[in-house]
């Protein structure tokens, strides 16, 4: 191999931002991406080098296949050199379908029902027989759910009014509606005798009907003669066996207050049927093993050796080890992904990788130490070391210290987000990073300080006796009109607990970790929802139909549908998508960008940053949501640019910013700092801080120190994750956790500090 060949270079990249950015970056080792949010990073290392791998190795493939395989259009840079195969781990979160555990995602689960298939008795049969998501295992009671839902009819029915007055409660079959009229019109049933007086053959008909059956209704298009249907079969045919996920989110809202949800009867929730049940290992059979924590799982199966189920079960003892030695031993092959955290979720992902014998890779990882407790970093740099050391290139997009700190080389990018990034402000070691003088080396040489004068509280605000998953009875008050931070190593229960609040507190604006939506038609003006007021503004001071300016109905250019861009699709061949010649990209037909206000066209006020509209617009609305654009850092968007095109973090902020300005509420804001530079962090403290002066109370689920120290009230929960955790370890101010025994907060506190 020539000195050449240990090098992958990039020359020219000008994708997204990248302002001709040429590197040579090392093989074989660990090289950390750093910087603001919207600098670069992820263009650098996702959308150009991670893209051109996929897309090159794809062309190895017949045409055939090709045809089937993702497409990837080429990146835009002059070269790229020396690229190996590229697995990508990004913040993506893991499937969260209710079909979907720790033990499927892993595949720690078909080990399982390999084992059992082999080695239980009596045999339930093949392996399927042992999977909930096959019919020959699942509980035929729910389907392999583990959980029925079923139509709460004390609540849909009230038997002491007859069906004139209104016996049936669910609103979409009240009387007057076209469907509600099938039981009042109905000449088997009296609309005026109460429900509770029906004989139980009119109590049957009123539910199940009977074939046959007509009833006459009216409707906006005249009267009609259709068939009964009963109240219990329209229901469920409406709402039980249809996808709740595919209607509106006001039908799924009200549908649900109509629902009771429990444990499956038949299966007590272990979502098997009775044969899959029925066979055990050492009188366990595969439920009781998938709902133990992985940490007590690995001795039982370690037991095991027998000639025949001995490999079997040391195929599951590895990759539990896997899962145990990133710090998610309290974990159950049960639990479902969609109760994960981020950053269970991040590190799932990545210990699938773990057992993996390939070298000479590049794995590709984007901030994984989101949702990590200063406790766990170290282990997952244990794992991207342990990657690097099997021959493989690592690359990291990261901001934690301790990530940046591992690296054998740093890129450093910037100097700012957006148009003012995209160039490469630094390349060398971390110690050379933090001696550069760079916005990150700068950072990095500070200390953390410690909160001293901290607000006194103006109520409180308490959750009481709490058991959601594993908080352990736990009653606490939260502070009024103050900032809380709530920490706590991952799995301690600082989500449930704070869940618990937010059911207690319904009045709460929540800001989650949820992804907002994403395409190649939403922009931070129509997230924003500033949009509408702008196309009336635009239709009221030209005279124009409101729609002429919106790219999305009749102003679009008539060439790329408001696109901007023209995609080619070339079948097995990479697309091809080049800028409308008629609109140059400016999404609007010819006639709309001769209509100005104030002498600018919409499509000028799209090219306008956040902080140039503040300038522009007089309109109260806009201007409340442009200054919470830029009380989150991100004046520098312009309210055209694809949400696709941004970043974690300006997602993350963009988010916060629609919640922002409603004083006098309460908000609760889980790991806030996902995504922000040490930089960033500071921009979004002081966000914190003007929306407590406001009169509003703000709790924030963190992991971040800068955040911790900079709280008025700690609740740390622990002292670990799973069964180790689901208590209170201390509550007071940053001073006094930095004296408080037991906490792991307070110890890595203490070292920041220190």
């Given at each position: ?19 001709d ?7 074989g080792?660990?090289?950390v ?5 919207g ?10 080098i ?32 020396n ?9 993506r979160?893991?499937g ?12 720690v689960?078909?080990?399982?029902r ?5 080695h239980g ?9 042992y999977s909930?998501?096959d ?14 839902v079923?139509?709460?009819w004390d ?21 007057g509606?076209?469907q ?7 000449e088997?049933l009296?609309p005026?005798?109460?429900?509770r ?16 059956s ?14 009964y ?28 207050e109509?629902l ?5 009867p038949?299966?007590?929730g272990?979502?098997?049927n009775?044969a899959?049940?029925a ?12 709902a133990?924590?992985?940490?007590d ?5 370690r037991?095991?050796d ?19 030695r ?6 159950s ?13 991040q ?11 390939l ?6 990882f ?18 991207l ?17 301790d990530?940046?700190?591992?690296a ?5 990018m ?9 160039r ?6 971390p ?16 200390r ?6 901290v607000?006194?509280?103006?109520g ?9 998953h ?22 301690s ?11 207690a ?7 989650d970790?949820?992804?907002?939506g ?7 003006a ?8 702008v196309?009336r503004?635009?239709a ?6 409101p729609?002429?300016f919106?790219?999305n109905?009749t102003?679009?250019?008539?060439t790329?549908?408001?696109?901007g ?6 079948a097995?061949m990479?697309?091809?998508t ?8 400016r ?7 001769r ?35 830029r ?12 949400l ?8 993350q902020?963009?988010?916060l ?10 908000y ?9 530079h040490m ?13 407590v ?29 799973g069964?180790?955790?689901g208590r ?16 792991y907060?307070g ?8």
């Amino acid at each position: 191999m020539t000195q050449q060949d240990t090098f992958i270079t990039l020359t020219g990249a000008t994708e997204n931002n990248l302002k001709d950015v040429s590197l040579r970056i090392p093989k074989g080792r660990l090289t950390v991406f750093t910087g603001v949010s919207g600098s670069g990073k992820s263009s650098v290392v996702f959308d150009t080098i991670a893209v051109e791998s996929q897309r090159q190795l794809n062309e190895t493939y017949t045409w055939f296949v090709r045809n089937r395989l993702p497409k990837y259009e080429r990146p835009h840079a002059r070269a790229l050199e020396n690229l190996t195969p590229v697995i990508v781990v990004d913040q993506r979160p893991v499937g969260g379908h209710s079909r979907s555990t720790v033990g499927t995602m892993t595949d720690v689960h078909s080990v399982l029902r390999v084992l059992f298939s082999r080695h239980g008795t009596p045999s339930a049969g093949p392996a399927t027989a042992y999977s909930f998501n096959d019919p020959s295992g699942m509980c035929p009671g729910c389907d392999g759910l583990g959980r029925t839902v079923r139509p709460d009819w004390d609540r849909i029915l009230d038997p002491d009014r007859s069906l004139a007055e209104g016996a049936v409660r669910f609103p979409p079959f009240a009387p007057g509606t076209w469907q509600g009229q099938a039981y009042t019109h109905s000449e088997d049933l009296d609309p005026h005798k109460p429900v509770r007086r029906f004989t139980p053959a009119e109590r049957e008909f009123l539910m199940r009907g009977r074939p046959g059956s007509k009833v006459t209704v009216q409707g906006t298009g005249g009267t009609w003669t259709t068939a009964y249907e009963g109240l219990a079969d329209r229901f469920e045919r409406l709402y039980l066996k249809r996808d709740l996920e595919g209607m509106s989110q006001k039908t799924r809202d009200l549908v649900r207050e109509f629902l009771t949800e429990g444990v499956c009867p038949g299966c007590g929730g272990a979502r098997l049927n009775e044969a899959a049940l029925a066979s055990r290992i050492d009188d366990r059979n595969i439920a009781d093993l998938s709902a133990m924590q992985v940490c007590d799982l690995i001795p039982v199966l370690r037991e095991i050796d027998d000639p025949v189920a001995g490999p079997v079960a040391a195929a599951a003892v590895a990759a539990l080890e896997r899962i145990e030695r990133i710090g998610l031993g309290y974990l159950s092959l049960d639990r479902e992904t969609s109760t994960l955290s981020g950053g269970e979720g991040q590190r799932l992902k990545t210990v699938r990788h773990l057992g993996s014998s390939l070298t000479g890779m590049t794995y590709v990882f984007d901030e994984p130490s989101v949702g990590l407790h200063p406790r766990d970093v170290h282990r997952l740099g244990e794992l991207l070391l342990r990657l690097r050391d099997k021959g493989n290139t690592v690359l990291v997009v990261e901001h934690d210290p301790d990530v940046i700190a591992l690296a054998d080389h740093v890129v450093d990018m910037g100097p700012g987000g957006g148009a003012e990034g995209g160039r490469v402000v630094f390349e060398g070691t971390p110690r050379e990073l933090a001696a550069s003088g760079t916005l990150t080396g700068r950072c990095l040489g500070r200390r953390t300080e410690v909160k001293t004068q901290v607000r006194t509280p103006t109520g409180e605000l308490w959750v009481k006796g709490a058991d959601r998953h594993n908080l352990r009875d736990v009653t606490v008050c939260f502070p009024a009109g103050v900032l809380t931070a709530v920490t706590g190593v991952a799995g301690s229960g600082k989500s449930s607990l704070v869940a618990e609040f937010t059911d207690a507190h319904p009045e709460a604006v929540v800001v989650d970790q949820s992804s907002i939506g994403i395409s190649g038609r939403s922009t931070p003006a129509t997230y924003l929802g500033i949009m509408d007021t702008v196309r009336r503004i635009f239709a009221r001071e030209t005279g124009a139909e409101p729609g002429l300016f919106s790219f999305n109905s009749t102003g679009a250019c008539g060439t790329c549908g408001g696109r901007g861009v023209l995609c080619t699709d070339l079948a097995f061949m990479d697309p091809v998508t080049t800028t409308c010649p008629d609109c140059e990209g400016r999404r609007f037909g010819e006639e709309v960008l001769r209509l100005t206000v104030g002498g600018r066209s919409v499509v000028d006020v799209l090219e306008m940053t956040a902080g140039e509209a503040l300038d522009f617009f007089h309109d109260p609305g806009v201007r409340r949501r442009l200054r919470a654009l830029r009380d989150v850092g991100l004046t520098y968007l312009t309210l055209g640019q694809p949400l696709s095109t941004l970043s974690g973090g300006e997602r993350q902020r963009l988010k916060l910013a629609t919640r922002l300005h409603r004083d006098g509420v309460v908000y609760v804001l889980d790991e806030p700092t996902t995504g922000l530079h040490m930089a960033d962090v500071d921009g979004l403290l002081g966000l914190l801080d003007r929306l407590v002066d406001a009169g509003n109370t703000v709790v924030v689920v963190e992991h971040s120190l800068q955040v911790v120290a900079c709280a008025d009230r700690v609740i740390d929960l622990g002292p670990g994750g799973g069964r180790d955790g689901g208590r209170v370890v201390f509550e007071g101010t940053p001073a006094e956790l930095l004296r408080a025994p037991g906490s792991y907060t307070g110890e890595h506190l203490r070292r920041a500090v220190g």
